[in-house]
């Protein structure tokens, strides 16, 4: 792929704000974590201090709610010569989509699909952050679908809220905890557990064989170290982002924004 340093992605998630170089090679630079959730953060000021001060052309995937993402788009239109957003396609990069609405389904996942259908073989992609999401793909890149939940994270904020007692963070994970925060802990980690481990069986049960299990988001290391063979991948969606920015790269005629 044929890209000029000055190209950067931007992965905009419901917490964080991951940004990277794009290198000339197709390859992700370094990634920035900018927290916009429950922060008194002024964003734009964020990307100015960690973003160089021109940008030939920003590649966007967003699945913040939109006044996030207005004011993203705002902080980079002064930077930037084109902005480019990547959207969920039915089929692209060799991967064929499950859902027949295509557009209800995350560009987040979706980029996430085309890297780790990329890197080669079936494979299970399990993204933690705000939600716990899973997908589907196997060797010949068609998506089977996937799950949704919430993450352990948003289930102890969730209790917390109806429970105020219950604390929102906290405890270690035992199997049989023997205090209130611990067993939050593990109730919640396990919750997740559990739905990887069903989904990974039934998984290997569909398609005969073990796919790769591959994590990704801003709760992956918590569960990695009790999910056997699991790899973690916490640049998924920049990788996926960075197929998107390739194909359209090589798109003739004037590109997708």
């Known amino acids: 792929m044929s890209a000029a340093p000055m190209h950067w992605l931007f992965d905009l998630g419901n917490t964080r704000l991951k940004c990277a170089p794009l290198h000339a090679d197709g390859s992700v630079g370094e990634a920035v974590a900018l927290e916009h959730h429950g922060a008194e953060l002024d964003l734009g000021s964020a990307m100015a201090r960690a973003l160089p001060a021109r940008i030939e052309v920003a590649y966007l995937a967003s699945v913040a709610s939109p006044d996030v993402t207005v004011g993203v788009l705002d902080a ?106 611990d067993a939050l802990a593990s109730g ?21 064989e073990t796919p790769r299990l591959y994590l990704h988001g801003g709760g992956a290391e918590d569960l990695l170290g009790r999910l056997p063979g699991a790899l973690p991948a916490p640049g998924l969606v920049l990788e996926g982002l960075a197929r998107w920015a390739a194909a359209e790269l090589e798109r003739p005629g004037p590109p997708v924004s």
């Open 188 to 208: 919640c980690d396990g919750a997740a557990l559990a739905l990887v481990e069903h989904s990974l069986a039934e998984a290997r049960r569909r398609l005969g």
């Open 76 to 181: 980079l239109s002064t930077r930037c010569r084109r902005i480019s957003r990547a959207r969920t396609q039915s089929t692209f990069d060799g991967v064929t989509i499950a859902y027949a609405r295509p557009e209800k389904l995350g560009v987040d996942r979706f980029l996430a699909l085309l890297a780790a259908h990329a890197r080669g073989g079936a494979a299970l992609v399990c993204g933690i952050g705000t939600a716990l999401t899973l997908d589907l793909v196997d060797g010949g890149g068609r998506h089977h679908g996937g799950r949704i939940a919430p993450s352990p994270t948003l289930m102890r904020e969730s209790l917390h809220g109806r429970a105020r007692q219950l604390a929102p963070h906290g405890g270690a994970y035992a199997v049989f905890a023997a205090d209130t925060e």
